[in-house]
């Protein structure tokens, strides 16, 4: 449990970072008043930057989505017959990434107004974050 632990804590500072990276890059989605009605009240009560609150509610569902990217990944890399660490990984997250991330954007497009730039950013990062963690998942669980 040490492990998946300390997989959690990494991947969920590892995914704030990669978050606030890409929040930079597309800043212009989120100030631009013709999008203001599809941000939550939580993360955009008002004008200017999120509160501190939503960093809060932030860093709880990234710690409860890599534990259950974790827990995935005790019970199902066992089905993935790699020998090298790092290509198991990448075949996991690759694996999350076509299950779970790319079919919600797809998601996205079809239900929600929002610009497909921002939608194809989203995708970016959570590919690199998914490939990211089967890598960590891979060696710190399994190595």
Do not use: C, Q
């Amino acid at each position: 449990m040490k492990k998946l632990y300390l997989f959690v804590i990494i991947m969920a500072i590892a995914a704030m970072i990669v978050h606030t990276a890409e929040s930079l890059l597309t800043m212009g989605y989120y100030i631009d008043p013709a999008n203001f009605s599809l941000w939550s009240k939580l993360m955009m009560p008002g004008a200017g930057p999120p509160p501190a609150i939503f960093y809060a509610y932030s860093l709880l569902f990234a710690f409860v989505s890599w534990m259950l990217f974790g827990f995935v990944y005790v019970v199902l890399s066992g089905a993935i017959k790699e020998k090298d660490i790092v290509r198991k990984g990448l075949k996991f997250g690759t694996l999350i990434f076509l299950v779970g991330a790319f079919p919600g954007a797809l998601m996205m497009v079809l239900i929600l107004n929002l610009p497909l730039e921002l939608i194809v950013s989203w995708v970016i990062s959570d590919l690199i974050l998914n490939l990211a963690g089967g890598i960590v998942a891979a060696k710190l669980i399994e190595g």
